[in-house]
């Protein structure tokens, strides 16, 4: 459950009272004990072993387990401590062992084997034989979680809540499902209601840490991560939203060794390696972000995250043909893939292909209408090919979407004195001056100046230019030029 996608938000007063209906028994067995339809559905949904373990302790079963049970058990999942909380309860009920029903072991198995497109039909058809089990409702939401189907899954855990608002998964993935919606605020409600049902409950304390971590709260984010690995020190999961709130929080080391555990734990959770490979790549660390990325690609071949981000690399490395190899198959494969236009552009720009590169920097700024940089770039790659006017119409975006850019203002004042609008020229130049006092933008403007004919304003410009930066001769060299031509001048 890494992926962020949006999710219809359902108001907020009904999932408080959800949350404040009196809290039921969390079974729907006899004797208030849980059955193994439930049992199976929650191992479907991906409630943990070791939780589950916890509540058949808490709770006891209504049914009978033995080792063909065990073996249905293990088909869909169930891990061995499970297993073994279950022959406890085996010795205290008897031996005439009971089976979990076919149908209900044939759906889970499907989500075992990661067949969501198959299992879900057959979880509907389940719930449609026994629409008020709150265990069917929790694992149909899980696989549309899988399928992010996110309206989906909000309303199957809506219901798996209203019909069992005491167990505190349920509350837990509906603060994940806010959390994936930018409702930080029902996230953390849902969490924290799942915490008072279960004050110990790791994957409520997961998506606490993420709902914070969303909203900067990155200190009290890593205390509830913390928390969850205390209940689960092995849950792969867990490093992996540890590592990316250390990687927001801007701690890429803590980051690293955090993905690294959850690679440890899981060797192929791709989505660790690709993470890993990003923290890698802020580290500067090329070669050893390439070879994750390339880990991940093996694992999830058809994710094109990977693919990108392993051109992104290629790009920063500098290894050109290598990023024009795989943006061009990325595109070739997702030809709606929204990222790595401008990093292709780079590529086809060091080879000196600018019309590659300008159609690449146009699709750039199609998919980002209103990014300030794509048109600043577009623009600059505009000027190369001597298109000026074109240039400029870019770059005047550019400088209407971020007014604080001084590259983009130095370059829409190239674009104006290009097609000779000094007047305009000066006006950019200054802006890019205020905004940047460097050496190199004082000599801008005294070119401008100059070309306007206001000499002595100009000769300041280079004087400054050459006092910031005495080590450039040529802000020196213009400007005695500049005085042999007004004494000449003067004469």
Not at 381 to 405: K, M, Q, Y
């Amino acid at each position: 459950m890494n992926t962020r996608c949006r999710a219809v938000v359902v108001p907020l007063l009904l999932i408080a009272a959800l949350a404040s209906a009196p809290a039921q028994e969390i079974d729907r067995g006899s004797n208030g004990a849980i059955d193994c339809t439930h049992l199976v559905g929650w191992v479907a949904g991906g409630i943990s072993s070791r939780r589950l373990a916890h509540l058949v302790e808490q709770h006891g079963i209504a049914f009978v387990p033995g080792e063909p049970l065990e073996r249905q058990l293990q088909s869909v999942g169930a891990e061995p401590v499970l297993l073994t909380r279950l022959r406890k309860e085996h010795a205290a009920l008897g031996t005439s062992t009971t089976l979990c029903p076919a149908a209900v072991i044939s759906a889970a198995a499907l989500v075992h084997q990661k067949r969501y497109e198959a299992a879900q039909p057959a979880f509907r058809a389940l719930l449609r034989e026994d629409q008020n089990n709150a265990a069917l409702h929790f694992a149909s939401g899980s696989i549309f979680i899988h399928q992010n189907a996110w309206d989906d899954a909000l309303e199957e855990f809506s219901q798996a809540a209203r019909l069992m608002p005491g167990l505190a998964e349920t509350h837990s993935r509906l603060s994940y499902l806010f959390y994936h919606s930018g409702d930080v605020d029902n996230a953390l409600a849902e969490a924290r209601t799942a915490l008072s049902l279960d004050p110990g409950n790791p994957e409520a304390y997961k998506f606490l840490g993420l709902a914070l971590a969303d909203s900067g709260q990155y200190e009290a984010a890593l205390h509830a991560l913390s928390e969850a690995l205390a209940s689960e020190p092995d849950d792969a999961e867990i490093y992996y939203d540890l590592g990316s709130t250390l990687r927001d929080k801007g701690d890429l080391p803590g980051a690293v060794s955090a993905y690294r555990r959850a690679i440890q734990l899981n060797p192929n959770y791709w989505q660790a390696h690709n993470n890993l490979g990003l923290g890698l790549q802020d580290e500067h660390k090329l070669d050893e972000a390439i070879f994750e990325y390339r880990t991940a690609e093996k694992i999830a071949p058809n994710e094109p995250a990977i693919r990108s981000n392993l051109g992104a690399s290629y790009c920063e490395k500098e290894d050109y043909n290598a990023a024009v190899s795989e943006f061009t198959e990325l595109f070739r494969q997702y030809p709606d893939w929204q990222s790595g236009h401008g990093c292709l552009a780079k590529a086809f720009m060091s080879k000196g292909d600018y019309s590659s590169a300008i159609s690449q920097l146009r699709l750039a700024v199609v998919h980002n209408p209103t990014g300030a940089a794509e048109h600043r770039v577009l623009g600059q790659a505009l000027l190369l090919t001597h298109d000026d006017a074109a240039a400029a119409r870019e770059l005047e975006i550019a400088v209407a979407l971020n007014p604080d850019s001084a590259p983009a203002h130095h370059y829409l004042a190239v674009a104006w004195s290009n097609i000779h609008k000094y007047d305009l020229a000066l006006k950019e130049n200054r802006e890019a001056l205020r905004l940047d006092p460097s050496a190199d933008n004082h000599y801008y403007l005294a070119i401008c100046l100059i070309k306007l004919g206001r000499n002595d304003e100009a000769l300041a410009e280079l004087d400054t230019a050459a006092r910031i930066d005495p080590g450039q001769s040529l802000y020196r060299a213009r400007k005695e030029e500049l005085q042999k031509l007004m004494r000449v001048e003067s004469r």
